[in-house]
């Protein structure tokens, strides 16, 4: 008798066997290729901020602040921070001198 060789992989092991249909298992290749896990928000995947952000909601975001900034740009600050803040149902984006722009200044 061979002797059996030890820490194989499962793929080794099994090589090529196909198990035949039987009236057990013929309905499982259709149920394990129906049944597929519901996938929730995952915090690692950075995408899952940006889902809601439709494309027509960022050009209309990109051109609010595209004003925001020509208007900065006209009272002479050209280093500015963008400062986020949210009041009941509103999101409010506040143009805002970066501390460079500040030192400037003074």
Do not use: H, W
């Amino acid at each position: 008798m061979a002797k059996i060789p030890k820490n194989l992989s499962d793929t080794a092991m099994f090589g090529d066997y196909k198990e035949t249909l039987t009236f057990e298992n013929e309905n499982y290749e259709e149920e394990a290729a129906a049944s597929q896990p519901v996938r929730g928000i995952q915090k690692d995947n950075k995408n899952y901020v940006s889902e809601f952000f439709t494309p027509e909601l960022q050009e209309r975001v990109g051109k609010a602040l595209l004003d925001l900034k020509v208007k900065l740009y006209k009272e002479g600050i050209v280093d500015f921070d963008i400062k986020v803040t949210a009041q009941d149902k509103q999101i409010i984006l506040t143009g805002v001198p970066s501390k460079a722009e500040k030192r400037k200044a003074k």
